[in-house]
């Protein structure tokens, strides 16, 4: 069910104790968001689980909390479980899925992604609108609808989530509401020293890889589709770990022509962790659904297993469907 503003602070002040969560291999907007509910939660007197089942991206651990984040659930029942731009239920990793699924204890979803499951029979409350620009804009509204106080730690997680979501302010998902809450945040940040952090430390061997990776794109359905493969034996002789690797994919996608760009990272055997990013007609979310993943319109991911010869084959398929 979806619910106002007012119900969810009623919520949030029976709550003693909650737990909150983005999806599997987090985003700058899932990391973000996250973060900005922890410190919302915690300045409401509540004792909050920051989880993730994956790491947090290395160019987002500067943001103030991400060294609290925990791999482990908590054995004590939360009063409360928040979700941030999960996709679908499965897209917080078994463990926790497991729980939301036993649980009694209210669940809370807010997302901007396309609402290809029905989160409203899993969850207890929810917060989606597809238009926003990011998670983090939806967080935005609930603070500023209900009077709660701004802090640095929470407008500074907010003002990242954004960026990161929009590539900085230049994907078709940012609108003139992503603009003003910027600019209302920016009193809390400093602009430079968080797109410092994001996109100007960038590690030697990161660049030497990206040169091997961009050298093998192969370009599919008539050069509307950019895909490209990273495998595990190439981050093990660079010592690079998959955040390092997610950004490349805006390269691809950046090729004249290309309307979506696709990423395979190997994980095990014939097993690849698939990002997408999109541009023009072609809806990634769409696609990224058919795989069984999650997503929205310019971005989207799922697993995908098999050969990467047989990937490319599906792909040529299904985006010459789809961009008709």
Same mark, same amino acid.
């Given at each position: 069910m979806t619910t106002g503003h007012s119900e969810l602070s009623a919520i949030l002040r029976r709550a003693r104790t909650a737990l909150v969560s983005g999806h599997v291999n987090p985003d700058g907007d899932s990391v973000g968001s996250a973060l900005a509910c922890y410190h919302l939660l915690t300045g409401q007197g509540i004792a909050t689980t920051l989880y993730s089942i994956d790491p947090f991206p290395y160019n987002f651990l500067f943001l103030p909390g991400a060294d609290r984040m925990s791999h482990e659930l908590p054995a004590e029942e939360p009063d409360l479980y928040l979700i941030v731009d999960a996709g679908a239920p499965h897209r917080v990793g078994e463990p926790l899925h497991r729980r939301l699924q036993n649980t009694k204890s209210p669940k809370i979803l807010f997302d901007h992604h396309v609402n290809y499951h029905d989160q409203g029979s899993f969850f207890d409350q929810t917060f989606i609108d597809e238009h926003a620009a990011a998670t983090a804009i939806l967080l935005y509204r609930f603070i500023t609808d209900q009077g709660l106080p701004m802090t640095r730690e929470i407008a500074v997680a907010l003002y990242a989530?954004? !960026? #990161?979501? $929009? @590539?900085? !302010? *230049?994907?078709?998902?940012?609108?003139?509401?992503?603009?003003?809450?910027? @600019?209302?945040?920016?009193?809390?940040?400093?602009?430079?020293?968080? #797109? #410092?952090? +994001?996109?100007?430390? $960038?590690?030697?061997?990161?660049? *030497?890889?990206? @040169?091997?990776?961009?050298?093998? +794109? *192969?370009?599919?359905? &008539? &050069?509307k589709a950019a895909v490209f493969e990273i495998t595990q034996e190439q981050l093990r002789r660079y010592r690079l770990g998959p955040d390092h690797v997610d950004g490349f994919i805006n390269y691809a996608r950046g090729i004249e022509g290309v309307e979506v760009a696709m990423r395979f990272r190997e994980i095990g055997p014939r097993l690849y962790r698939v990002s997408m990013r999109s541009k023009g007609s072609i809806d990634a979310g769409r696609i990224s659904h058919e795989f069984g993943g999650g997503g929205h319109r310019n971005a989207a991911g799922f697993d995908f297993s098999g050969s990467f010869d047989e990937a490319c084959q599906l792909v040529e398929e299904i985006v010459a469907r789809v961009a008709r």
């Open positions: 989530a954004v !960026m #990161a979501d $929009t @590539g900085s !302010m *230049r994907y078709d998902s940012t609108d003139r509401e992503a603009f003003l809450a910027l @600019g209302e945040l920016v009193a809390w940040v400093d602009p430079w020293a968080v #797109a #410092a952090k +994001i996109w100007e430390e $960038t590690p030697l061997a990161q660049l *030497r890889l990206l @040169g091997e990776v961009l050298s093998s +794109i *192969r370009l599919l359905a &008539g &050069g």
